[in-house]
């Protein structure tokens, strides 16, 4: 079974500057995917960014980028330019290849972004 | 392009009282199905997955059951609500071995 992992219960940061997030996890797979959702106040889940683990170069949408390391299991995000709308939690979910797409989550991260 | 709608987006009901939330999707053909609930604001918990009609994969023994009675149309469903039942009950859709896309949700208190 996989396992996700959010150490960070809570971060803040200020407009403009840059946070990163962390995420780390657990399996014996070899091909899989992870992602990075992003729920606002609304609860809407809206999904961030997707990293494929065969693929080296890192995701990049934006002002969002990850720093993916898989041997080391570890899948960070990060935001730069941090804007008052990226206010939100952060989930990191990791989806192994095959099977039927069912993600497994952690525990969220909130990031407060403020003026 | 694809939507995904749950109603109703809140709803407050008894203990002992039955429940039927209902999920559609537009724009898409034979999608993967997911229900999740999220209570306390943390975590999602992933309750059932269907990957076509009448088909229904449950992740969790609980008090809930979920159908796909039309391609794509997901129903969650209870005949006796409990107290822990309440929470944030979230249905999504996925292609094949592809990212989960989230419907908005519905908040369900149980009194």
């Known amino acids: 079974a996989q396992t996700v992992t959010q150490s960070q219960p809570e971060m803040s940061v200020q407009e403009a500057e840059t946070v990163t997030l962390s995420c780390t996890y657990d399996?014996?797979?070899?091909?899989?995917?992870l992602f990075w959702y992003k729920q606002p106040p609304s609860r809407q889940m809206i999904l961030v960014i997707r990293?494929?683990?065969?693929?080296?170069q890192n995701a990049t949408e934006n002002r969002f980028s990850v720093n993916f390391q898989k041997a080391a299991k570890s899948f960070s995000l990060k935001i730069s330019d941090s804007q008052l709308g990226d206010t939100a939690m952060y989930f990191c979910?990791?989806?192994?290849?095959?099977?039927?797409?069912?993600?497994?989550f952690g525990k969220g991260t909130m990031l407060l972004v403020s003026p | 392009s694809q939507t995904i709608h749950q109603w109703p987006a809140t709803l407050v009901q008894p203990v002992g009282s039955p429940l039927s939330l209902e999920c559609t999707v537009e724009g898409t053909s034979n999608p993967n199905l997911y229900w999740y609930r999220q209570a306390a604001g943390r975590g999602l918990q992933l309750l059932f997955y269907?990957?076509?009609?009448?088909?229904i994969s449950s992740e969790v023994p609980q008090n809930l059951s979920a159908s796909r009675p039309q391609d794509r149309q997901f129903i969650l469903s209870s005949k006796k609500l409990l107290l822990s039942d309440s929470g944030f009950y979230l249905c999504a859709w996925s292609a094949v071995l592809a990212e989960q896309f989230f419907g908005p949700g519905t908040r369900l208190t149980v009194l």
């Open positions: 990293q494929e683990a065969y693929k080296q």
């Open positions: 399996t014996s797979e070899n091909n899989y995917y």
């Open positions: 979910a990791f989806m192994k290849h095959g099977g039927y797409s069912t993600l497994t």
């Open positions: 269907s990957v076509g009609i009448g088909q």
